[in-house]
C-alpha cells in the first residue's frame, strides 16, 4: 500500500466521521425551530445488518428527492442509521444499539448490537408499539427529522426523509404512530435466513465478531436464527398497507424491474440514474466501498456451498415457517 493510498483513506475516514457528527457542532440542532418544514412520506428500510439494505439505501438516496441523516444525493453514502448518529439526542425508545441501549450491563450481549437486540432474551426490551407512543416523543422525534430536513434540503419542494435503522424493523407500529399524518412508507428487505444467519455468525455481525472467543459458533448460529426470525416476524405483524416486503436476492437478479416497483411504491419517479453504473464514483467519506457496482447475484454461493446439515437444522429450528412464507427453501 502506497503512501498516496494510506493518505486516501485517512482523509475519508475523516471526512466520513466529520458528515457523521457535524450535527453535534451545529447550533441549530439544540435550538433551532423547524415548525415550517413539512415531513412528508418518510421512508424507512427495515430488515437485519448485513442484509443488503445499505445497497438499496444507496439507491434511494441517489434519488434528488431524498434526504437521510448525513446528506443529500450530492452525498449518497454516508451513514444513513438515525438511530446511529442521532442516538445521543433521540429519546431511548428511538435509540438502543449504541446509545441509551437497555440492559447495557448485560455479561455477554454488551452493545453496541447488531445481532443481538432481537434475540429471545432482549427482544421484550426493545420491542415498542403504537400504545408505547406519547406526545412528547412524537414531538421529539418529529422535530428531529425536521431538523434533518432543514439542514440538506435542496429544492424548495418537500424532500423525502429516508432512513435504515435496523432496530425500528421492531418498531414499525410505533414510527407509524408517531408519523401517521406524515403517511409513512416501509420497506421490508429480506435475504435468505440459512445464508444470512451463517454469514452473520461467522463473524460478518460485529458482535457475532466479538463473541468468538466467548460463545461456540452453533450457538451464536442459533442467536442469529432467533434475531432474524424475531425482526421479520415483528415487522409482519405490525404491517399494515404502508409496507412493501421485496427479497435481496430479486433485487439482485432484476434491479431494474425491482426498483421501479420499490419506487412506485415509495411514491418517488424512478430514475435509471440510481441504480450502480460503472461510471459512478463512491463519494468522498464512505464506507464499504465495495457495496455498489457490480451488482453480483451469486455473491452468497459460497455460504450455500459451505453451511453443512447441522448448521441448517439450527437455522430451520428457528426461522423454516418464516423463510418459506417469504419463498425461501431449505439449502
Same mark, same amino acid.
Given at each position: ?119 429471545? !432474551?432482549? /427482544?421484550? #426490551?426493545?420491542? &415498542? ?5 406519547? @406526545?412528547?416523543? +412524537? ?124 419506487? !412506485?411504491? /415509495?411514491? #418517488?419517479?424512478? &430514475? ?5 453504473? @460503472?461510471?459512478? +464514483? ?50
Amino acid at each position: 500500500m502506497n503512501q498516496e493510498h494510506i493518505l486516501y483513506k485517512e482523509i475519508n475516514r475523516i471526512y466520513y466521521y466529520w458528515k457523521r457528527n457535524n450535527w453535534i457542532l451545529d447550533p441549530r440542532s439544540y435550538w433551532g425551530k423547524f415548525r415550517n418544514i413539512s415531513i412528508e412520506k418518510p421512508i424507512f428500510l427495515l430488515g437485519v445488518q448485513c442484509g443488503g439494505l445499505t445497497l438499496v439505501s444507496r439507491m434511494l438516496r441517489r434519488h434528488p428527492s431524498v434526504v437521510s441523516v448525513t446528506g443529500n444525493y450530492h452525498y449518497w453514502s454516508g451513514a444513513d442509521e438515525m438511530h446511529t448518529v442521532l442516538g445521543p439526542v433521540l429519546p431511548a425508545e428511538l435509540a438502543g444499539t449504541r446509545n441509551k441501549v437497555p440492559y447495557s450491563n448485560h455479561p455477554v450481549y454488551r452493545p453496541p448490537r447488531s445481532w443481538t437486540y432481537a434475540c429471545d !432474551e432482549l /427482544l421484550p #426490551l426493545y420491542r &415498542k408499539k403504537a400504545e408505547d407512543a406519547t @406526545p412528547d416523543l +412524537k414531538q421529539k422525534f418529529q422535530r428531529i427529522i425536521r431538523m434533518i430536513l432543514s439542514k440538506y434540503l435542496v429544492k424548495e419542494e418537500p424532500a423525502r426523509f429516508t432512513d435504515k435503522s435496523q432496530v425500528y424493523t421492531v418498531r414499525v407500529s410505533l414510527i407509524n404512530e408517531l408519523l401517521r399524518e406524515s403517511d409513512p412508507k416501509f420497506l421490508l428487505i429480506t435475504m435468505n435466513p440459512y445464508v444470512i444467519c451463517y454469514k452473520a455468525a461467522g463473524g460478518k455481525a460485529a458482535d457475532m465478531e466479538r463473541f468468538k472467543n466467548k460463545i461456540p459458533f452453533k450457538e451464536r448460529l442459533d442467536i442469529c436464527a432467533q434475531h432474524w426470525n424475531n425482526s421479520i416476524k415483528c415487522a409482519l405483524e405490525d404491517k399494515g398497507e404502508n409496507m412493501l416486503i421485496m427479497r435481496f436476492e430479486d433485487i439482485l437478479d432484476s434491479s431494474i424491474t425491482k426498483m421501479k416497483k420499490i419506487c !412506485e411504491f /415509495l411514491e #418517488l419517479d424512478f &430514475k435509471r440514474d440510481i441504480l450502480p453504473q @460503472p461510471h459512478h +464514483k463512491i463519494p468522498l467519506g464512505s464506507k464499504f466501498q465495495d457495496r455498489w457496482y457490480p451488482l453480483e447475484p451469486n455473491r452468497n454461493r459460497k455460504y450455500i456451498q459451505n453451511i453443512g446439515e447441522e448448521e441448517i437444522e439450527i437455522v430451520s429450528k428457528r426461522c423454516k415457517k418464516l423463510a418459506s412464507k417469504l419463498g425461501y427453501s431449505i439449502p
